[in-house]
């Protein structure tokens, strides 16, 4: 018989690990931050089997871990302080190049944007689903997923590609 960590933590996994991945860019790191809140799941593993959403509870766990993280190290940077993209002709720019492009623009939306479009388009989960998972309403999860996007196609105009 599975443990309710294996039936019910460890599948998310996937999932978790592109998420904290998002937020920190790290591999090693990110693997370290997901052991963290697995660890911190086991421990925790009686109070867990009755949260009415555990998925929510993971996320905001990692991104507590990755906060905490970040304090520790003293690696908190403005986007401010990050350059943009550098400038690319759309008609000599190859298909790898575009999504880089793209997924830089995502890296410098603000947190939320960038977590909800995360969810929504790498994850392919449904308003709802994501509106449960991050505790917030469903007009929230539309109106950042729709600032995200705007902000996405107005600076791929800006960069001279047609969205």
């Known amino acids: 018989m599975k443990s309710f960590f294996e039936s019910?933590?460890?599948p998310m996994r996937g999932k978790l690990y592109r998420l904290v991945y998002l937020w920190i860019?790290?591999?090693s790191l990110a693997e370290d931050v997901?052991?963290?809140?697995?660890t911190k799941s086991v421990e925790r593993q009686t109070e867990l089997q009755s949260h009415p959403?555990?998925?929510g509870w993971m996320i905001k766990s990692l991104k507590n871990e990755v906060l905490m993280h970040h304090r520790s190290n003293s690696r908190l940077d403005g986007l401010e302080k990050m350059e943009e993209p550098?400038?690319?002709d759309p008609n000599t720019m190859e298909s790898g190049e575009s999504h880089q492009l793209i997924f830089s623009l995502?890296?410098?939306l603000p947190e939320k944007q960038r977590e909800i479009f995360h969810l929504r388009e790498i994850e392919e989960m449904s308003y709802e689903e994501i509106a449960n998972q991050l505790e917030?309403?469903?007009?929230q999860v539309k109106v950042n997923l729709?600032?995200?996007r705007k902000t996405i196609r107005e600076k791929l105009i800006n960069q001279g590609i047609t969205p």
């Open 86 to 88: 550098a400038q690319l």
């Open 106 to 108: 995502v890296d410098r």
């Open 25 to 27: 860019r790290d591999r």
């Open 136 to 139: 917030i309403s469903l007009d």
């Open 146 to 148: 729709h600032r995200a």
């Open 8 to 10: 019910h933590i460890w």
């Open 34 to 38: 997901l052991q963290n809140v697995f």
């Open 53 to 55: 959403n555990l998925t």
